[in-house]
């Protein structure tokens, strides 16, 4: 159920395998990586339409994630007024974050910007205590998809409330699955934008699973029931979305497929946080729930 599967390294440590430390971080480069190559693209109208707006937000989000690149490639749009207002203070600290991280012609372009002030763009902002969800605003992420995508993101942030589950759990499940394809169709036979199986989606009453809003609301019925199952560990939850909430079981963790524990990883790195909240009248708990929270309380398996 994986439409793109970023490069993780995986331990093994014993008769377990989890996802080593550095493979998170790896989900961020990469990631931080594809918003930067597809921000060129929309900059420069290479074989996308000419988007100046839209890469401008995409240079922002790879910045926020630490591509250095991205942070020259920014604060040249505002020093020049590419595509944004011009904002010497706004490129000034670009500038100087690139220069920071040994970027080449950053330190130089500092001196037609002035100097650093410290202002910085909305995009850049610390997030939110995570512990405020109604506060975090999924607008950063949707910016700077198409207006299809844009739509679709926008159904599954407003859907996600029916069902209890934070908008950033529920964006971060759709990216992961399909990247917003409502057409998408895995080899697995897995179909739309939550990417079900045939399985599921009649486990959760979806008679139309290409519609899109029957789609995502199956997905969000399926994570929901996870979430309870348990115990609102969103590792284990993530796993069992991919892998199958029986895998989990057996494994007693996140399962030793380098499909999955990629998966895991890039939803981590998207929710920042490990708990969520849950229903625990929807379902019984994982029968083995106690051993999977000493796996969670230790990092293990992700």
């Known amino acids: 159920m994986l439409a793109?599967?970023?490069?993780?390294?995986?331990?093994?440590?014993?008769?377990?395998?989890?996802?080593?430390?550095?493979?998170?971080?790896?989900?961020?480069?990469?990631?931080?990586?594809?918003?930067?190559?597809?921000?060129?693209?929309?900059e420069h109208g290479e074989g996308v339409e000419r988007e100046p707006a839209r890469a401008a937000a995409l240079y922002c989000e790879s910045a926020r994630l630490g591509n250095v690149e991205a942070m020259y490639s920014l604060g040249w749009m505002y020093a020049n007024g590419r595509g944004l207002d011009r904002n010497?203070?706004?490129?000034?600290?670009?500038?100087?974050?690139?220069?920071?991280?040994?970027?080449?012609?950053?330190?130089?372009?500092?001196?037609?910007?002035?100097?650093?002030v410290g202002a910085v763009p909305d995009c850049l902002q610390p997030p939110p205590d995570e512990s405020l969800e109604p506060g975090w605003s999924a607008e950063a992420h949707i910016a700077a998809l198409s207006a299809q995508r844009k739509q679709l993101?926008?159904?599954?942030?407003?859907?996600?409330?029916?069902?209890?589950?934070?908008?950033?759990?529920?964006?971060?499940?759709?990216?992961?699955?399909?990247?917003?394809?409502?057409?998408?169709?895995?080899p697995k036979n897995a179909v739309g934008v939550m990417q079900l199986i045939p399985d599921t989606a009649a486990r959760f009453n979806v008679r139309k699973p290409f519609d899109p809003e029957e789609n995502i609301r199956?997905?969000?019925?399926?994570?929901?029931?996870?979430l309870a199952y348990f115990r609102?560990?969103?590792?284990?939850?993530?796993?069992?979305?991919?892998?199958?909430?029986?895998?989990?079981?057996?494994?007693?963790?996140?399962?030793?497929?380098?499909?999955?524990?990629?998966?895991?990883?890039?939803?981590?790195?998207?929710?920042?946080?490990?708990?969520?909240?849950?229903?625990?009248?929807?379902?019984?708990?994982?029968?083995?729930?106690p051993a999977l929270q000493l796996v969670s309380e230790r990092g293990g398996g992700s």
Not at 154 to 175: F, K, T
Not at 251 to 278: N, S, W
């Open 4 to 42: 793109t599967v970023s490069h993780a390294s995986i331990a093994a440590k014993g008769d377990s395998v989890e996802l080593a430390g550095p493979a998170v971080e790896a989900v961020f480069v990469d990631h931080a990586r594809y918003l930067a190559d597809l921000a060129v693209a929309h």
């Open 88 to 116: 010497d203070a706004y490129a000034g600290t670009l500038f100087a974050m690139a220069a920071f991280f040994g970027h080449p012609q950053a330190d130089q372009m500092r001196r037609y910007t002035g100097d650093y």
């Open 153 to 186: 993101a926008r159904l599954v942030v407003d859907l996600s409330a029916e069902y209890a589950i934070s908008p950033r759990l529920a964006l971060a499940i759709a990216l992961t699955e399909s990247n917003l394809d409502a057409e998408a169709v895995s």
């Open 218 to 226: 199956g997905g969000l019925a399926y994570l929901r029931w996870l």
């Open 232 to 289: 609102g560990d969103i590792a284990m939850a993530a796993a069992g979305y991919n892998a199958g909430e029986g895998a989990v079981d057996r494994y007693r963790g996140v399962p030793p497929y380098a499909e999955t524990q990629a998966y895991v990883a890039r939803i981590l790195a998207f929710m920042q946080r490990r708990k969520h909240a849950y229903d625990s009248r929807i379902t019984d708990p994982s029968p083995v729930a």
